[in-house]
């Protein structure tokens, strides 16, 4: 009797034993017709994290904490009307590997981008609330005109849901956005784009180093240096150098980091890292977002006639 029960003990032990070891092996990334691991499909990012952190928080939070800050983060853009910001159920923070983050930018450790006098000067606002300075056609902000990529070097999200459908042959991958600006070409040939060519992107090239994709990228344009995030904006000088990490860790997670080198804009270079999550559709839509669009005319007509009323006002006071 003993020796069957000391058996069925030892039995049970090794199956657990054997189940545990199956459920702790490594996630194994699959691959392309290549033999490169494949990141084909739609990642979609869609979260209330800042790119930097408020305050003493910590990185790291608990679902109760994260669900709290997240609506405080929501509540500051309660004038916002654009209706993709209400369409994806309650607000939420950034996850990597199951962990809740507040913040995007991960170094320097407090969480706050290293600006230096330049840079402090140049992002002293909050790109989502109107205090930006925008006062004339030359100031009016990329993402207003259609010619902003948040599909660009550094990727970044906002609390909408932003789709990027991964295309990988051979020596190119294509990230194709679901939003303004929509191609993205990284090249794993080599290629160098002459200097005299820059533009908001850069240019990108990328190499494999295991299972992680690794990517550098120059020739920034200094038309444009600022990008929209929740907060003060992130900028990006023509001396930028940024390095990007796509790293798969599961069927629905893409891990993302990246580094920011700009002696530009900053004392020394920055970290930020998220994920992107599998949609299973795997849908892109047209985003119809152009430079064309109506807003800037209206926006013109508008100050045209509140000058009008004004110097009417201003005539029949005297």
């Known amino acids: ?35 490169q691991p494949d990141f084909q499909g739609a990642w979609g990012a869609v979260f209330n994290t800042m790119l930097e952190r408020p305050g003493e928080m910590p990185l790291i939070l608990s679902p109760e904490q994260a669900a709290g800050f997240a609506a405080v983060v929501s509540q500051n853009l309660g004038d916002n009307n ?40 140049m992002s002293s606002y909050d790109y989502f609330k109107g205090d930006s300075g925008f006062d004339h056609p030359e100031e009016r902000p990329g993402t207003e005109r259609c010619i902003e990529a948040w599909g660009s070097p550094p990727m970044r999200a906002f609390m909408y849901q932003l789709f990027h459908g991964f295309v990988q042959t051979e020596d190119k991958i294509a990230i194709v956005s679901e939003e303004a600006v929509a191609l993205r070409v990284i090249h794993m040939d080599g290629y160098i784009r002459p200097d005299a060519i820059r533009s908001f992107e850069g240019h990108s090239i990328g190499h ?67 994920s992107f999550t599998r949609d299973a559709s795997g849908h892109i839509y047209e985003y119809a977002c152009h430079e064309g669009n109506y807003s800037m005319v209206g926006a013109l007509r508008g100050a045209r006639a509140q000058e009008a009323q004004a110097a009417q006002k201003e005539a029949t006071a005297n």
Not at 20 to 27: L, N, V
Not at 98 to 104: A, C, I
């Open 1 to 35: 009797m003993k020796i069957r029960t000391v058996a069925l003990v030892l039995v049970t032990c090794l199956i657990s034993t054997a189940g545990f070891s199956q459920s702790s092996e490594p996630y194994q990334v699959p691959r392309t017709e290549y033999g």
């Open 82 to 121: 654009d209706p993709d910001v209400d369409r994806f159920g309650p607000p939420t923070l950034a996850k990597v590997n199951g962990e809740f983050r507040s913040s995007v930018v991960v170094y320097p450790e407090d969480g706050v981008l290293p600006y230096n006098e330049l840079g402090t000067q």
């Open 208 to 274: 494999w180093e295991g299972d992680t994709l690794v990517v550098e990228t120059t020739h920034y344009s200094d038309v444009n240096p600022a990008r929209a995030t929740i907060g003060r904006p992130m900028l990006i000088s023509s001396a930028a150098r940024v390095t990007e990490r796509f790293t798969r860790t599961s069927e629905t997670e893409l891990n993302y980091q990246y580094t920011v080198d700009d002696p530009t804009y900053y004392t020394e270079p920055w970290k930020g890292e998220f």
